[in-house]
Structures are given as C-alpha cells and as structure tokens.
C-alpha cells in the first residue's frame, strides 16, 4: 500500500501552503490544489487518502467536491473546512457523509489528529477490500484451505497431489483444526468428485447401531429390522467415506472395517453375500493411534493399514499469521449465513485475536468471527490516552505476533527469529522496544 496522503483542496493560496507546510511537519504526505477538478483526478477506489476541501469557493464549492468524491467511492473520508457561518451547513454535510468538519480558526496539529484518523479508517477499509478481493479470487483448494504461511502452502500442495489418487488417508488434527474440511477437498479435487462423499462420526454413532449404519442389513437380521437397509460404506460406492474420530470406534469393528479396507468387499448383516466395494477410506484423528494401539485401545494391524498416507493439520497457534485472512473469510461466511454486514475490524482486535491460545482452532475462530458479524463481539476501547494511530496499531500487532511466536517456541530466540524471517539482532531490539521481558528469552538459543 502507498504512502498515505492529505488530499487538501482550498483556493486561498497563503491558507493552503501553510496548512501543507504544517501537515508535513507532523509527518503527512500532502497533495494541495486550488483546483478541485485536480483533486477529483487523483480519486479512485483504491486512493489511500483523505479529502481535506473547503466549503467556500468559487465555482466549484466544497460540497460538491465531497458529492463528486463520494460517488467514486462513499467510504473516502471527507474533512470540510468552515467558516464560522458554515457550522450549520457541516452539520448537514456530515449526516450526508462527511468524515469531520473543521471550523476555522483551527490548529494544524488538530487538524493532523483528524487527517490521522481518518487515515487508519481509510486503511482498514482499503485493507478490508483487499481480503475480501483476495478471497473471493480464490478458489477450489484456496478457497477452502485458507492461508498464507508455508503450512498452508504446504498442506494444500499434499492434498491437491494426494486427490488425483486412490490412496487410503489417515488425516491427523487437533480438535477443530479442519479435518472434514480437508477430507472434502480430498473428495472434490479428485475424481471422485461426482460421486458421494459419506462422513461418519465414529464418536457420535451409538456402538449397538454403528456396525447397522456401516454395513447395511437384510430384513430380519436383527429384532426390528424390518426392511432391507443399504449400509453406509455400500451407499458411498465410488466415493468417498470419512471416518472422523476413528478412534472411537469400537475394537470389535475395526476388526470388519481391516477386512472391508483390505478385501474392498462388505457382507450386509444378515446376509452372506459379498458386495464389491469401490471406494476411498480417509480417516481422521485427534490422538496418537500408534499410542493408543500400544495401549490396547485401537488395533496397531489398523493403524499400519490406515497409515500409509498421512496428513498433518497444523494448529491455528502455529500459524498466527493466518488470522487477519482466516477471520476475514470466516466473517464473509457468516455475512452471507446471518445477512449481515460485516463491522471494520480493528488492528488492535486482531492482535488480540493472534495472542490468544486456541485450543479449539479454526472451529474457535469461526464462532469468534459470527459473534463479531452478530455483533456480540467487544473490540474494546483504548485505554485512557492511548494513541490509535497507524504507527501505535502496527506496534500493537507486531507485539502481539512476536510475543505469541515466543511463546509458541517455549522462548527459544532462535527458533522464533528464524521462523519471523529476523536476524538475532533485530528480534532483540523489538523485543526491548515492546518491553519483551528477560523471562521469555531463551539465552541458549
């Protein structure tokens, strides 16, 4: 993104150069014009910027600039110098869309101060377009696997090379990480895309129906089974089925589901039968099942039938910084789901967004982002004489990713300036400069 910049417009030559000389002083790029069909050029939708015009001119008087500017674009911040007379008509011109309104006499430094936020306002606006430009260009994986960083690119690049074959997976994730998500993408990225994609929940089937649901039964196999029923495993012929939680199921039917992954045949309950089965297992997991097979609660002969292939979920905590994109794209879901529009999000709600833990991952984050749309989310205030300035919430945002990748890395300064892309150096100044204490440091890294 350019440099930000004070678009001011006044035809009084001595007003408009001192104005400048001051704004410049307290760090602002400016443009100044006595012409606004001058200024009015320099508007686009992607103009970083704020309109500083004032009201009494000849000609082409500043309500009409405004009235210009914002059909180009009507989130543009418009600040209108006035006379004292002119109160009343900024009054108006403010319900019609103005950012602010001066009344002259005025301080240059106030006027910095307005131009300062209508700037940060100005880049979350620009900056929100910009997410919500790039996620509507993304599609098939990118658009269901979100994110910048090298895990992402990583994960989307096993599973892209994964789902042009029939291998079996064994997907491994944290609560919450996006397990089905990947499945999915498995599923409609490959050739199976036309046929079903059946996912089972092996934690939420009860044990005395799941076998049922699996297989499928005749009529009388069982007390009220009263009809033939097509399993689900036959009903997925030349699909897909997910097994989420697949360590909750029961030993006794991971014994039948080795055989049916092994032979690609079912035998309906009832029945004796062989049914040809054509379909993809990916099976998905929270815990260590080698563990668990040592342990007696999962079979080890399943475990090395299912582990061929795997794929790996990162946490949401070790990639902070795939926040900004992932909530935006959370929060462009729940628009569309709750009819909604979707509030500028704050740079200091999304470094509070990136320190914290989440234990529930992306499932956490996407409850976050619909409470935020709903607007049951607080952003917070700034405390009391606190600055929400540019430099200050860049400050606020780079603290919090430093902070939250030390923490991640158990202090190690190592590990966390090479996964920042700092030199030791640098890392040590910022750390001093955001007040990063001693005890987060790990001096023999």
Known sequence: MDQACVLLVDDEDDLRASLTQGLELTGHKVVATGDPETALEKIKRDFYGVLVTDIRMPGTDGFEVMRKALEIDPALPVVLITGHGDVPLAVEAMRSGAYDFMEKPFSVTSLA??????????????ENRKLREELAD???????????????????????????????????????????VVARALHDEGPRRAKPFVALNCGALPAEIIESELFGHEKGAFTGASGQRIGKLEHAHGGTVFLDEIESMPLELQVKLLRVIETRTIERLGSNRSIDLDVRFIAATKEDLEEAGKQGRFRLDLFYRLNVVSVSIPPLRDRLEDIPLLFQHLAVEARARYRREIPDVSDSYLAKLMAREWPGNVRELRNVADRFVLGLEDQGEPEPGASSTLFDQVAAYEKALIAAELKRNAGSIKTTYENLGLSRKALYEKMRKYGLGKEEMDTSG
Not at 149 to 174: H, K, N, S, Y
């Open 113 to 126: 101060s307005v131009a300062e936020r209508a700037l940060d306002k100005r880049r979350l606006v620009l």
């Open 138 to 180: 993304r599609s098939g994986i990118e658009g269901r696997l979100v994110g910048r960083t090298a895990a992402m690119d990583q994960l989307r690049r096993t599973v892209l090379a994964l789902a042009t074959t029939d291998a079996d997976v064994l997907i491994l994730g944290e609560t919450g990480s996006g397990k089905e």
